[in-house]
């Protein structure tokens, strides 16, 4: 079964999910995040895939964390996949990134600043990993048909896209839900990222703000539109983390918002077969 057949096609019905933290930090944080999130999702039937960058390029300040080290995250990256049998993903940056890091995950992510770069996209398609895409904050839906195209293209059918919120002036994202039905059009599972889509960037500080109170609220409304899946940032304590905490989950509130969702995802479905 490949990674797309594993995420789509559960007897459940019910949205995947794509959770960890922003970067790795250590391999004992990413373990215990994992171990917290795996039995959870097995109990909902929420297919799951355990999200870690292993390095963040895309850092406002030059003196922001970036990481613990290429090889040393990866591997930690690995172990997760080993320890728990769960798929991994994470993000790459560079055409010569992709098979660097395929040989320890499942899904390579495209960051949405990057989604129009061909030589990245058709690298990650190369590998023969599922590729999934974050749609750019400056583009329209309807642009990401292109990128799909360009992963397709090099004969990998195995794609997804992800709304992750778009410019609305300087600091802030907003939502438009209408694109998720736009980007399903292309045959593609469409992910809403629930915690970047509400970042507030650019802020003078250099780091980026955020509004995880309404995680939950993103979340509802992305699996009302018809969200395939669903894409959690997640924390022990995200007032410590190295990397996004301002828009993190707190880790101990996910159990109760995957419950919920669920409820929702089932009643969604039972409409939709009406």
Same mark, same amino acid.
């Given at each position: 079964?490949?990674?797309l057949?594993?995420?789509? @096609?559960?007897p ?5 999910? *794509?959770?960890?933290?922003? !970067?790795?930090?250590n ?12 039995? *959870? ?37 690995a ?6 049998? /769960?798929? /991994? ?7 010569? =990134? ?8 499942d ?14 996209? =058709?690298a ?11 749609k750019?904050?400056?583009l ?7 990128? !799909? ?5 090099c ?5 997804? /896209? ?12 907003? /939502? ?13 599972? !469409?992910?809403?990222?629930c ?12 780091? @980026?703000?955020?509004?995880?109170q309404?995680? =939950? ?18 924390h ?6 190295m ?7 707190p880790?101990?509130l ?10 929702l ?8 077969r =009406?």
């Open positions: 079964m490949t990674t057949e594993y995420l789509t @096609t559960s459940s019905g019910n949205f995947f999910l *794509l959770a960890g933290p922003c !970067v790795i930090e391999e004992q944080m990413a373990l215990d995040i994992a171990h917290t999130i795996a039995p *959870l999702c097995a109990e909902l039937d929420i297919p799951y895939v355990f999200k870690g960058s292993y390095r963040k390029a895309n850092r406002s300040r030059s003196d922001s964390f970036q990481g613990i080290g290429d090889k040393r995250a990866l591997e930690v990256l172990r997760v996949r080993e320890d728990l049998g /769960v798929p /991994v993903v994470t993000d790459i940056h560079s055409a010569a =990134e992709a098979e660097m890091a395929a040989p320890y995950v899904i390579l992510q495209i960051p949405a600043f990057l989604c129009r770069q061909t030589d990245l996209l =058709e990650a398609a190369s590998t023969g990993r599922m590729v999934n895409i974050k750019g904050q400056f329209a839906p309807e642009a990401m048909h292109f990128a !799909v195209e360009k992963v397709r293209r004969g990998n059918d195995q794609v997804a /896209v992800t709304e992750r919120g778009t410019t609305f002036g300087y600091t802030d994202l907003v /939502v438009d839900y209408r694109g998720i039905p736009e980007m399903k059009s292309s045959g593609t599972p !469409v992910i809403l990222d915690t970047h889509s509400l970042q507030q960037p650019n802020q003078a500080s250099g780091v @980026t703000g955020g509004r995880p309404l995680i =939950e609220t993103i979340a509802r409304c992305g699996i009302a539109a018809g969200a395939d899946g669903l894409f959690i940032e997640t022990p304590t995200p007032e410590t983390a990397s996004d905490g301002k828009n993190m989950l880790l101990h996910l159990a109760g918002m995957l419950r919920r969702l669920t409820l995802r089932k009643t969604i479905n039972t409409i939709n =009406e």
